[in-house]
């Protein structure tokens, strides 16, 4: 058995009344009816009633003798009782003051027992205990303070004289001191109180030290641990943002040049090549932003900047730029927003985008038949997308470390495009917005993957939907195959208030006109895919007509297939994947009597082909390009000359200062690298902004530096837009289109 364990064992003896022993003799109660010590008390009682008693019989008499005199009876008697109360109170304090001696004892020997069963645990513990007057003296050590200090009479000396070395501690009458022992320097916790002697009555110093040397280092190890992993953290955090700024620069040179490439002829065989490259480039440009985001996250500097957006937009927007991936694989993609969903919430666009394009993108990678559907609908207060996807679906050990970190599912030529941090960086944003990302899957039965999180907003506080009942009025007729863009398609025209009938095949539709007639009475549009157009195009010319109504005939097509597709007999086309607002103003006869390909405009982004980007009057349009490296230099020029505008072209920052002061012949437009020699573009580009502010010349930053600071910086110094290096060339002209909107020309 341990020494605590028998100090422990000691003191259960010392405090329980009930066991034997010396100690439970002192503890009995002194008023136990068997204490020989009461038997003087009940004897003192005893003489007092008979001298009561004798009293009254004496009272009685003398009033007999002296002739029954009544006053004479009660004087006699008030001075029996009045004796007879002296005597019982002289036996009562005597029993009492006898009593309090024997308390005493019973607590003077409890708190000498207690006292020592503490400085034995003191001792086993290790812990040092002085007394020492108010001069500092020492009046008593334990053994312990003896064996640190190696001093083996220390009565009558200080502290100090022993060698010990106080230093004030974090609290009052608090110290570390050190003490040079046979162990080596240690380090002890020192703690004084004032307390009284309990045999002198004088005021005396109380100490107990423990030793804390371990706990010390271990606190110093542990800092200096934290330490070394931020300063590590930070060094990567400047090791991946200068590799992404070095990675960045040749990027632009290669999607830049590739995309100048693919505006000149070329074969079927070079373009195919050309595809492949621009492919290798932008899954690059994901790498670096995945590593980049990654880090972030890593060193805590993630940050959400939430907003009002409208989120069926967002979401059709994500949907349609990996719709070419999803059709050239033969596969189907298409979203649908319930009604609850309002039209504004407030959230982060860009990392909700990044989010979705990283969930949609799988499914549509590891899908090879079927298709990839986008379901969005409110749960209460929280907001939940759904992206189902009809892939070879999850294993259960997949399922469990699909979220970590450089985790991948799939085959080994699927897990070789990608890195494995998109879905633990998607994760991590949701939760950063509060919410969940989670997965179900069935192997060979494709996946779901769910994420839910509140908005910022109160939805109480947003307006209705402008949606509901859009489509009230209308009843389709769908001849599509089954699938997504089919359950997408019917779905939508329900949601919003309308009548949808789908029908797949021919034999469908016959089927339908002889048993339910009634039911394509009041048919008012057709829409038909145009992978079964041949098969129904008989059925739809002699569709028979009602009379006082049209009923319109509507193509939808994928946009890679519009250019071979027949116009006659459609009276408007429509694009997948869908957008709503193309399906509400083509149903609501919005754009009855317009030529039929202005319905598929209404799906998709003004062109950008070079020569069609600006109006014919884009040459007065001046443009000053500022960019060190001779490669993006020259796509950037042939990218805005191709467009219709008059480059000028600067490779410093010297260059452009000289160019923009104290010219009569300024440009119209500035676009400048962030990083060149001549100084640093945070200073000198946000100064230039404000010296062009009074001819209101817009100046556009192009930046390798991601940081959300940086950009903010810019935006609130007055810059007109900041884009990330590499700059897809339509991006870099819309971005021109937004500040120059007079210069765009009409619709293709």
Same mark, same amino acid.
């Given at each position: ?6 100090l422990?064992n ?26 020989p ?60 003051r006898?009593?309090?001696?024997n ?66 501690g ?40 423990r ?40 990027l ?18 070079q373009?195919n ?21 990654f880090?972030?996250?890593e060193?805590?500097r ?12 967002l ?8 719709a ?57 207060? #929280?907001? !939940? ?5 009809? *892939?070879? =679906? /999850?294993?259960?050990?997949?399922? $469990? @470390? +699909?979220?970590? &970190?450089?985790?991948? #599912?799939? !085959? ?5 495009? *990608?890195? =494995? /941090?998109?879905?633990?960086?998607? $994760? @991590? +944003?949701?939760? &950063?917005?509060?919410?969940?990302? !989670? ?10 993957f ?14 209705? !939907? ?14 599509a ?24 095949t ?65 009276d ?75 480059v ?6 010297g ?38 502010s ?26 007109a ?28």
């Amino acid at each position: 058995m341990s020494e605590l364990a028998k100090l422990n064992n000691r003191l259960s003896d010392a405090f329980d009344p009930t066991e034997t022993g010396a100690v439970s003799s002192v503890a009995q109660p002194v008023e136990s009816r068997d204490d020989p010590s009461r038997l003087p008390f009940y004897s003192g009682m005893l003489r007092t009633v008979t001298l009561f008693t004798a009293g009254c019989a004496f009272a009685f008499a003398s009033a007999i003798y002296l002739g029954g005199n009544v006053a004479l009876y009660m004087a006699a008697l008030s001075v029996s009782i009045c004796l007879s109360c002296a005597f019982y109170m002289m036996f009562r304090a005597a029993a009492l003051r006898r009593a309090s001696v024997n308390d005493a004892k019973v607590v003077e020997a409890r708190q000498m027992q207690n006292a020592g069963l503490v400085a034995e645990m003191h001792e086993a513990m290790g812990d040092i205990v002085v007394t020492r007057d108010m001069n500092r003296r020492i009046l008593h050590a334990n053994s312990t303070f003896r064996e640190m200090t190696g001093c083996g009479e220390p009565q009558g000396k200080t502290c100090e004289e022993i060698g010990i070395a106080f230093r004030p501690g974090d609290k009052v009458h608090s110290y570390d001191v050190e003490i040079a022992t046979p162990y080596g320097q240690r380090i002890f916790t020192w703690h004084d109180a004032i307390a009284h002697d309990g045999t002198s009555s004088r005021l005396m110093i109380s100490s107990i030290a423990r030793d804390v040397t371990d706990e010390r280092a271990a606190i110093v190890a542990r800092e200096d641990a934290r330490l070394r992993a931020e300063n590590s953290n930070a060094a990567k955090g400047r090791l991946l943002a200068t590799v992404s700024h070095e990675i960045r620069l040749p990027l632009s040179g290669i999607l830049g040049m590739s995309h100048l490439l693919s505006q000149t002829s070329l074969t079927e065989e070079q373009r195919n090549y050309l595809d492949g490259m621009r492919q290798s480039g932008q899954s690059l440009v994901q790498l670096v932003e995945d590593l980049l985001d990654f880090s972030t996250m890593e060193a805590g500097r993630f940050r959400l900047n939430p907003r009002a957006e409208n989120l069926r937009q967002l979401i059709e927007s994500v949907v349609e730029m990996l719709a070419h991936r999803a059709h050239e694989k033969g596969i189907e993609i298409a979203s649908i927003i319930a009604m609850d969903v309002p039209d504004y919430l407030d959230f982060d666009p860009a990392r909700l985008r990044q989010v979705l394009f990283n969930l949609i993108g799988n499914a549509v990678k590891f899908t090879t038949k079927g298709g990839v559907l986008v379901k969005a609908s409110m749960k209460g207060n #929280a907001l !939940s997308i759904a992206v189902e996807d009809t *892939g070879p =679906g /999850l294993e259960a050990s997949e399922q $469990a @470390r +699909i979220f970590g &970190e450089f985790e991948q #599912a799939g !085959s080994t030529m699927q897990r070789s495009g *990608g890195t =494995g /941090l998109g879905l633990a960086i998607s $994760a @991590r +944003i949701i939760r &950063e917005f509060g919410g969940t990302l !989670s997965v179900s899957s069935k192997k060979g039965k494709g996946s779901t993957f769910t994420l839910m999180f509140k908005p910022a907003s109160a939805l109480a506080s947003i307006a209705p !939907s402008s949606r509901i009942g859009a489509l009230r009025p209308s009843n389709v007729l769908l001849l599509a195959p089954p699938g997504v863009a089919a359950e997408a398609t019917a779905g939508s025209i329900r949601a919003l208030g309308g009548i949808c009938t789908h029908v797949a095949t021919r034999r469908q539709v016959e089927n339908l006109q002889r048993q339910s007639p009634s039911v394509l009475d009041d048919v008012t549009d057709i829409i038909v895919d145009h992978r079964v157009a041949v098969a129904f195009r008989e059925i739809l010319q002699t569709w028979p007509s009602v009379q006082g109504r049209t009923i319109r005939h509507i193509l939808l097509v994928n946009p890679e297939e519009r250019a071979s597709q027949p116009r006659d007999g459609f009276d408007a086309w429509l694009i997948r994947p869908l957008r709503e607002k193309s399906l509400m103003d083509v149903l609501s006869g919005r754009l009855r009597g317009m030529e039929p390909r202005d319905a598929i405009n209404d799906n998709h982004h003004p062109g950008f082909g070079f020569s069609r980007a600006l109006d014919e009057t884009s040459r007065d349009l001046h443009v000053l390009i500022a960019e060190d490296d001779p490669v993006n230099a020259r796509i950037l020029r042939a990218v805005m000359e191709k467009s219709g505008c008059t480059v000028s072209l600067v490779s410093d920052f010297g260059a452009l200062s000289q160019a923009l002061l104290g010219k009569a012949n300024l440009p119209d437009l500035v676009i400048s690298d962030l990083n060149m020699p001549g100084g640093n573009g945070l200073d000198i580009l946000p100064r230039l902004c404000l010296q062009l502010s009074s001819s209101k010349i817009p100046l556009m930053v192009l930046s390798g530096d991601t940081a959300r600071e940086t950009r903010s910086n810019l935006l609130d110094a007055g810059i007109a837009a900041v884009l990330t290096k590499p700059v897809e060339p339509k991006r870099l002209i819309e971005e021109v289109l937004r500040l120059f909107p007079q210069k765009r020309v009409g619709r293709l």
